[in-house]
């Protein structure tokens, strides 16, 4: 995972075949919350690769 300004997220995951770019990520005080992107990352990418058809 790379995390840029503004909020901006890349997440790879090769294990799942599964790139996600997040643009906005942030708390109510306005605040990115790395440890808790990474895990929303990872739980979508699980849930894509389990229910991607083909």
Same mark, same amino acid.
């Given at each position: 995972?790379?995390?840029?300004?503004?909020?901006?997220?890349?997440? =790879?995951?090769?294990?799942?075949?599964?790139?996600?770019?997040?643009?906005?990520?942030?708390?109510?005080?306005?605040?990115?919350?790395?440890?808790?992107?990474?895990? =929303?990352?990872?739980?979508?990418?699980?849930? =894509?690769?389990?229910?991607? =058809?083909?």
């Amino acid at each position: 995972m790379t995390a840029g300004v503004g909020g901006r997220h890349v997440y =790879v995951s090769p294990e799942h075949g599964v790139v996600i770019a997040k643009s906005i990520i942030t708390s109510p005080r306005g605040r990115v919350d790395k440890a808790e992107a990474l895990t =929303v990352f990872r739980a979508v990418a699980a849930e =894509v690769a389990r229910t991607r =058809v083909g």
